[in-house]
Nanobody
Framework: VQLQASGGGLVQAGGSLKLSCAAS????????MGWFRQVPGKEREFVLV????????YYADSVKGRFTSSRDNAKKTVYLQMNNLKAEDTAVYYC?????????????????WGKGTLVTVSS
């Protein structure tokens, strides 16, 4: 599975942005999809994970109530809708695919990673 995140950009605080992660490969629908983010100089941080059919999503406390995720398995794409953005949401955002839906946020459970897309929130 190859992943490509896109949709990043510059947005004002309080605004919204929607990221996409497009996948290649025939088994996309069998994977849980995670979103992570990383600020330069800091460790990568778990954002959320969505299960194979979009029926379950687990959020990090820092984004709960502001971020949501959805997926379209026919299009092999997962989305990250970010609302009410804050300056502290500024980061490079990564999508990742893992065989098992788990809510511990561990990077080791993900088998495939995409290149990140930069989100900058101006205050």
């Amino acid at each position: 599975v190859q992943l490509q995140a896109s949709g990043g950009g510059l947005v004002q605080a309080g605004g919204s942005l929607k990221l996409s992660c497009a996948a290649s490969g025939r088994t996309f629908s069998s994977y849980a999809m995670g979103w992570f983010r990383q600020v330069p100089g800091k460790e990568r941080e778990f954002v959320l994970v969505i299960n194979w059919n979009g029926g379950n999503t687990y959020y990090a406390d820092s984004v709960k109530g502001r971020f949501t995720s959805s997926r379209d398995n026919a299009k092999k794409t997962v989305y990250l809708q970010m609302n009410n953005l804050k300056a502290e949401d500024t980061a490079v955002y990564y999508c990742a695919a893992g065989r098992i839906y788990r809510t511990d946020g561990r990077e080791s459970q993900y088998d495939y990673w995409g290149k990140g897309t930069l989100v900058t929130v101006s205050s």
